[in-house]
């Protein structure tokens, strides 16, 4: 691929199913240290996991709307919802590669997503599409054998200038604070009746609260169809 140019941009992928400080605070510490230039969020339109239950795409998008509004570099991006079908991160990369040209792309993924990366759509190819940037958290460790150990020892970044001097295809891992705040604990949490303060940004607590999305009896959709591809951070 040819030389670089601009400043990396972040692609933060996920559900966002909702979206909470984990997810913000782990988009911000990589856009800090990495000197990204943004991050776009960009929820899942129709994820592929099979058997998932997912809110509807558009409150999905609403709330990661609500929670990074008024945060400089930070992006709310509908490309997986307005392109309908299931949703694939390698074609949501060729999108951003065919709008940003030699710019470098981050794909950002937990170090689980990670560790999951072989059942992923066409996995071989994100790295042709983009860098990949692991938030490691205390307690997963980087695989050191079979395919993603041999992954890692091929294209491991060790400083993050290595990100801009090309478009993509580097690996790099990048500690994070650990924030143990998971959506599917607190939708539970919500169906209960507790109280999300604090776990997630207020403007998305009264979209929840209006909505009363993940209320025992809301309506959900199952998706079943589709390949396994991108866990959330």
Do not use: N
Not at 15 to 36: M, S
Not at 137 to 159: E, N, Q
Request: with cysteine; proline share 6%; glycine share 8%.
């Amino acid at each position: 691929m040819t030389s670089a140019s601009g400043e990396p941009i972040g692609v933060f992928g996920g559900t966002f199913d909702p979206i909470h400080y984990g997810h913000l605070r782990t988009a911000f510490e990589l856009k800090e240290r990495l000197r990204l230039a943004r991050v776009h969020f960009v929820p899942v339109g129709t994820p592929p996991h099979r058997g998932t239950m997912v809110t509807p795409a558009e409150l999905r998008l609403r709330m990661v709307q609500a929670a990074v509004a008024g945060h400089a570099g930070f992006v709310a991006d509908d490309r997986e919802i307005a392109r309908g079908g299931v949703s694939y991160t390698v074609d949501t990369l060729e999108s951003f590669r065919a709008e940003y040209g030699e710019r470098p792309l981050c794909l950002l993924l937990g170090m689980d997503a990670f560790l999951s990366l072989p059942q992923w759509h066409r996995w071989q190819d994100l790295l042709e599409l983009a860098h990949l940037v692991v938030a490691h958290r205390p307690g997963w460790l980087a695989p050191l054998t079979g395919t993603l150990g041999a992954l890692l020892r091929a294209r491991r970044s060790h400083a993050p200038e290595d990100l801009r001097s090309a478009p993509a295809g580097r690996v790099h891992v990048e500690a994070v604070t650990q924030l143990e705040i998971s959506s599917t604990d607190l939708r539970a949490s919500l169906r209960a009746g507790l109280d999300p303060k604090f776990l997630m940004p207020d403007s998305v607590c009264r979209i929840i609260t209006e909505t009363e999305c993940y209320a025992e009896s809301s309506q959900q959709k199952t998706v079943t169809r589709g390949e396994a591809d991108r866990p959330q951070i």
